[in-house]
């Protein structure tokens, strides 16, 4: 867990640099040198003050080394190496529509999510989306997945996220995520996605 992470700066820049210097670092190998290189780099091209690359590294070690998992054994994401971790990965998906079916709804993403196996915080998200307000979507959806790995065991996909939750650890702990990020715009939510 990110400590200080209501020190890092507020706002769609610092996110953006941030989620750009995750998607260009190795996390399973860390190179200190690597991280502030990357990290000046993508600074240097936003109007953020240098003064913000250590608070990135900072983020990018705790990313890396904060237990995703204990059981059965811990497991974090600088545990993954690099051939099992896929950054930015473009999906399309098809929302048929007309004669070959009923499109992508709202209501129809939150059946999906109310069908998640209990004690998945995805069923959460249902009463969320039943509460969108899009037309029926026909044709495709495209957009990007900040990452995506296999822990050996398992596929996972990985949403990067620089909220400020508040100004104390606890603010950060899994069960204080959800709730959030479930109230989040939805125009943040999704990002990149294109219609």
Do not use: C
């Amino acid at each position: 867990l990110a400590a200080e992470m209501h020190l890092f700066p507020r706002g769609a820049e610092a996110g953006t640099v941030l989620h750009d210097v995750l998607e260009r670092i190795d996390l399973g190998a860390l190179d200190p040198a690597e991280v502030r290189r990357v990290a000046l780099q993508e600074v240097e091209r936003s109007p953020l003050a240098a003064d913000v690359v250590p608070k990135i590294e900072h983020v990018v070690r705790a990313v890396a080394r904060t237990p995703l998992r204990v059981e059965p054994r811990p497991f974090r994401l600088g545990d993954v190496p690099r051939s099992r971790f896929v950054p930015e990965l473009e999906f399309t998906l098809a929302a048929s529509g007309e004669d070959a079916g009923p499109g992508f709804s709202a209501e129809a993403l939150a059946e999906v999510l109310a069908d998640a196996p209990a004690g998945s915080p995805l069923a959460r998200y249902a009463d969320r989306a039943r509460s969108l307000a899009w037309p029926t979507l026909s044709g495709y959806l495209r957009g990007f997945i900040d990452a995506v790995f296999f822990d050996g065991e398992r596929y996972a996909l990985l949403d990067y996220k620089s909220n400020h939750l508040g100004d104390r650890r606890r603010d950060y702990l899994p069960d204080r995520l959800v709730e959030p990020m479930i109230e989040q715009p939805v125009g943040e939510k999704i990002g990149r996605a294109h219609v």
